[in-house]
C-alpha cells in the first residue's frame, strides 16, 4: 500500500498589541501549508517555497520537522522519515507567528498521519516545547483574536470583523536579539513604534519583531510612509504588507478527515512515494 500524505494548513498570527506581551494575538490570512509523506528510511526532506526561504531549514533541524518528531517520541513511537512540502505566504522571523505555525504544523501532521486523538491540552502542552509565545499559538489554532484572562490566565478566542486589515512594515535582515535574545530589533524601530498620525489606531511591535504593525482608521499611506522613513534614516530597507484578520483557525483549517489518515502499521515497510507539488 503507497503511503498517504496529509497536508496541514496553518494561519499567520500576531500579537503585542499596545506593549503587552503573550496577552493577545490575532490570526491573520498569510497561511504555512505543509505536505508531510512518510519514509520509512529515516531521512528527511524538505522543499520551501515562500517567503524568506533562506531561513528555513532544508534538514531535520527544520521546526516542523522537529516538532512532528519530539510529538511522536514524547508517545513513545518512532518518527521513520518524512519528506515535507512546504508552501508558505508568512514572512519569517519578523513576528508574524511563523514559528508558530511551524510547530503546529508538525504536531497536526503527526496527530493526523498516526491517528493520535491529541487533545488540545496535550497539543498546547507538546508545543511550548517548540515556541514560547503561547498568544500566537492560540490564535493560530483557534483563528480570530485570542486574549488571556487576567484573573484566570486562560486564553478566550473571539471572532473578528471582516472589514478589519493591518497594515505591516517589515525591515530587511540586519535585525539583533535583545531581551535575553528574544526580542529582535533594528536600527529605527524605536522611533517608528513613536509615530503618531490622525486616525491611527495602534503602533506596535508585531510579536518579537522587528516587524511594525500598523492599525489605522481610514487611509495608511502616510502613517506607512512615516514608519519607512525612522528606518530609512539609519539605511534599513523596509519591504510593506497588508493582511486581513481571519477568524479560520488551524483547528477549523485542519477538521480530521478520516480517508486522509494513514496509521503506521500500514505504511512501515512501504516504499515512499515522489512528492508533488502542494494543491494551494
Not at 496535550?122 to 517548540?130: G, I, Q, R, V
Not at 510593506?240 to 478527515?257: D, I, K, M, Q, V
Request: glycine share 12%; hydrophobic share 40%; proline share 7%.
Amino acid at each position: 500500500m503507497t503511503p498517504r500524505s496529509v497536508l496541514i494548513r496553518v494561519p499567520a498570527s500576531v500579537g503585542g498589541f499596545g506593549g503587552a506581551t503573550d496577552a493577545a494575538a490575532l490570526a491573520l490570512d498569510a497561511t504555512l501549508n505543509v505536505k508531510v509523506t512518510p519514509r520509512r528510511d529515516g531521512e528527511v526532506m524538505v522543499r520551501y517555497f515562500g517567503n524568506h526561504g533562506e531561513r528555513v531549514p532544508r534538514d531535520a533541524s527544520n521546526l516542523t520537522v522537529r516538532a512532528m518528531e519530539g510529538t511522536l517520541r514524547h508517545l513513545g513511537l518512532e518518527f521513520t522519515g518524512a519528506d515535507f512540502e512546504m508552501y508558505s505566504s508568512v514572512p519569517v522571523g519578523v513576528g508574524l507567528g511563523s514559528s508558530a505555525a511551524a510547530v503546529l504544523a508538525g504536531i497536526v501532521a503527526a496527530d493526523r498521519l498516526y491517528r493520535l486523538a491529541l487533545d488540545e491540552k496535550t497539543l498546547f502542552d507538546l508545543a511550548s516545547k517548540f515556541e514560547s509565545r503561547a498568544d500566537n499559538l492560540r490564535a493560530a489554532w483557534f483563528g480570530g483574536l485570542v486574549t488571556q484572562g487576567e484573573e484566570d490566565g486562560t486564553y478566550r478566542p473571539a471572532p473578528v470583523p471582516p472589514d478589519c486589515t493591518l497594515q505591516v512594515v517589515i525591515p530587511r535582515g540586519g535585525f539583533r536579539s535583545v531581551d535575553a535574545g528574544r526580542l529582535k530589533s533594528v536600527p529605527g524601530l524605536d522611533e517608528a513604534l513613536q509615530v503618531s498620525a490622525p486616525g491611527l489606531l495602534a503602533v506596535f511591535r508585531c510579536g518579537s519583531g522587528p516587524a511594525v504593525g500598523l492599525l489605522a482608521d481610514g487611509g495608511h499611506a502616510d502613517v506607512i510612509s512615516s514608519v519607512k522613513r525612522c528606518f530609512a534614516r539609519y539605511g534599513v530597507a523596509t519591504t510593506t504588507a497588508e493582511f486581513t484578520p481571519t477568524n479560520s483557525g488551524a483547528r477549523e483549517l485542519n477538521g480530521l478527515s478520516p480517508e486522509a489518515l494513514t496509521p503506521a502499521a500500514q505504511w512501515v515497510n512501504e516504499t515512499p512515494h515522489p512528492v508533488s507539488l502542494i494543491p494551494v
